[in-house]
């Protein structure tokens, strides 16, 4: 009874005197999918590089030791559908362009360890690594962590399996599960494979190294899937995970805390965690930072990103006068469908001069401004028909689908006007219609004031 008493009070004792004066403070983002910028639809729109270098700088006042990690997905997401290849042929080497500019900006931003997740290793191969490493004069490489993703061929790691990274308030070792799948999984540039068992081989020499204070797994998974991942785990301690985004503040399984890392890159995650000698880390909170680019600038990063733009669209071949890239027509198969507002003025020209009236006739020219037609995510939004049969391909071959016209609320009109009027048409759907381009997100205002939009295009 005695000695228990007595080896608390030491113990507790020990805790104290080895403390660090000050927690550790981990600055965390995720999942960028390449929108450099918020992309401008309306005024509050959170995120983008140059608010996050804006913010970044701000911190280091604050606290000048922060370490920066990102959890991945920094490349755009692939499309989804199934739509024949044709239809857009350039769409890889258009987000292969965009997403290695993403790294290229979160570089110049130092981070200490970024995690790719498995859409990432895709793009992220020997030549993409290397066009990364071809400033590294100025610009160190990236910061990569991966634990478990190993070269397809020799089955060696791709790419470090942990950094440590000391501050005056503590030293912690970072891991990163790409995804916590046992595998094997092949994602492009490696394989994910035997996670618990590379994950646990690489944590326990790290667990023995004495200048070590704390383990940190950076996981490329929500939440959920890591409270049962870590049900499962037997192998030596995790002080914390930091997991994909899903609005938790912290919690604690057993020995391990568990936060996240805000999605879409619209904000940072400011996690404070303190550092005890010994004991790893005991407290640990999270705090999302709104990345406000009314609040946040960085002139620098401003003036890389203007001139990445303009230099990618010389690259890619978009720049004007010159041949469309961005979709192939050459491969167009039939061109039926679609007509062009022009057709439609000459049987509805009230409609026509109404909707002539309206922002959605010149909805392509703010894209043209911004350098930025040629990403399609952007341009889905701001034509008529994006890659259907006689919809909008690529600028400047598809100008007569540029802008949203009668088409995108009327559906294709080619056969109805081929038949005088009497082929089908849709008769306008307009709210349903509306939402797929006013969303909450570029166009905030929509749903509560959704008279006042539909007032200005009716006709
Ligand atoms: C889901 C559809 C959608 C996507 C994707 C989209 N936009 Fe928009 N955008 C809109 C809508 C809708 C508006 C009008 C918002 C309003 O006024 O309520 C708009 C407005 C804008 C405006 C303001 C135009 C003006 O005249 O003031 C700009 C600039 C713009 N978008 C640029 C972009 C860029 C750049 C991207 C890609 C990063 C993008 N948009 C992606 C739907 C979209
Ligand atoms: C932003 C969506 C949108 C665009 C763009 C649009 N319309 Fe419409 N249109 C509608 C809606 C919604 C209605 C139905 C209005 C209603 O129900 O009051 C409609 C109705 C019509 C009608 C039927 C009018 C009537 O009196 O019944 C015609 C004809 C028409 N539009 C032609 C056009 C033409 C031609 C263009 C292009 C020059 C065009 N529309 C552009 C949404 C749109
Ligand atoms: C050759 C003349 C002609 C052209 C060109 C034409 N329309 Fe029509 N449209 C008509 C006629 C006639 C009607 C009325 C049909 C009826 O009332 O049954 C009509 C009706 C409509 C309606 C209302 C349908 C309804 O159910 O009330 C819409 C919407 C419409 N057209 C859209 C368009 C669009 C969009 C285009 C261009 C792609 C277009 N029209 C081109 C002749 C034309
Ligand atoms: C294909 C995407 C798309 C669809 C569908 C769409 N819009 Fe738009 N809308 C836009 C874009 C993009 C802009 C911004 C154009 C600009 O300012 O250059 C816009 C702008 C507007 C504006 C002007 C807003 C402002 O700030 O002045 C109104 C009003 C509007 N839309 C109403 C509607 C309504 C109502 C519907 C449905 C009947 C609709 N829109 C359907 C893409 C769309």
Redesign the pocket.
């Known amino acids: 009874m005695f000695l228990w008493i007595g080896w608390i009070f030491v113990w507790t004792g020990l805790g104290a005197m080895s403390a660090y004066s000050a927690p550790v403070t981990i600055l965390v983002t995720s999942d960028t999918q390449a929108l450099l910028e918020p992309c401008g ?1 309306a005024e509050n729109i959170e995120g983008g590089l140059e608010a996050r270098a804006g913010y970044f700088e701000r911190a280091r006042n604050e606290s000048p030791d922060a370490i920066r990690v990102d959890l991945g997905r920094f490349f755009p997401p692939r499309k989804q559908d199934k739509k024949p290849a044709y239809l857009l042929p350039n769409e890889d080497q258009v987000n292969r362009a965009v997403g290695l500019l993403n790294l290229e900006a979160m570089r110049r931003l130092s981070y200490h360890a970024i995690l790719p997740g498995p859409l990432d290793l895709e793009y992220l191969d020997e030549e993409a690594r290397q066009a990364l490493s071809a400033d590294s004069t100025h610009n160190p490489q990236p910061s990569f962590v991966a634990t478990n993703v190993v070269d397809v061929k020799t089955g060696q790691p791709v790419l470090p399996v942990s950094l440590i990274q000391s501050t005056p308030n503590g030293t912690l070792a970072f891991v990163g599960a790409c995804s916590l799948q046992e595998g094997p999984a092949a994602h492009g540039a490696g394989r994910v494979e035997k996670t618990r068992e590379m994950i646990t081989k690489t944590i326990e020499p790290l667990r023995q190294d004495p200048a070590v204070d704390a383990v940190v797994l950076l996981a490329h998974e929500p939440p959920m899937a890591v409270r049962k991942w870590l049900a499962d785990y037997s192998g030596p301690r995790i002080d914390l995970v930091i997991a994909l985004d899903a609005g938790l503040a912290v919690e604690k399984t057993g020995e391990t805390y568990i936060t996240n890392a805000p999605a879409k890159g619209r904000a940072v995650g400011k996690i404070v965690a303190e550092v005890e000698k010994g004991k790893g880390i005991v407290t640990v909170t999270f705090e999302r930072i709104s990345l406000d680019p009314a609040v946040y600038s960085h002139p620098a990063t401003r003036e890389f990103l203007t001139q990445a733009y303009a230099s990618q669209v010389k690259a890619l071949g978009l720049a004007l006068p010159g041949p469309p890239v961005l979709m192939d027509l050459r491969e167009e198969k039939e061109s039926v469908g679609y007509a062009g507002a022009e057709a439609c003025a000459e049987c509805h020209q009230t409609q026509y001069d109404q909707w002539k009236s ?3 006739a ?5 894209l043209l401004d911004q350098n930025r037609h040629w990403i399609p995510y952007c341009v ?5 028909g994006m890659n259907q049969s006689g919809g909008f391909r690529a600028y400047p071959a598809s100008v007569k689908m540029m ?2 016209q009668c088409e ?2 009327h559906g294709p009109g080619q056969s109805h006007i081929d038949e005088f009027g009497t082929g089908p048409i849709r008769r ?1 759907e ?2 349903a ?6 969303d909450a997100k ?2 905030p ?2 749903e509560e004031t ?1 008279d ?6 009716k006709h």
Do not use: E, M, R
Request: some cysteine.
């Open positions: 639809c309206t922002p959605h010149k909805a392509f020219w703010p889905q939004c701001h034509v008529t802008h949203v995108t609320c306008g307009a709210k219609v509306c939402i797929q381009c006013h570029n166009s205002q929509f959704f006042l939009y539909f007032d200005q295009i």
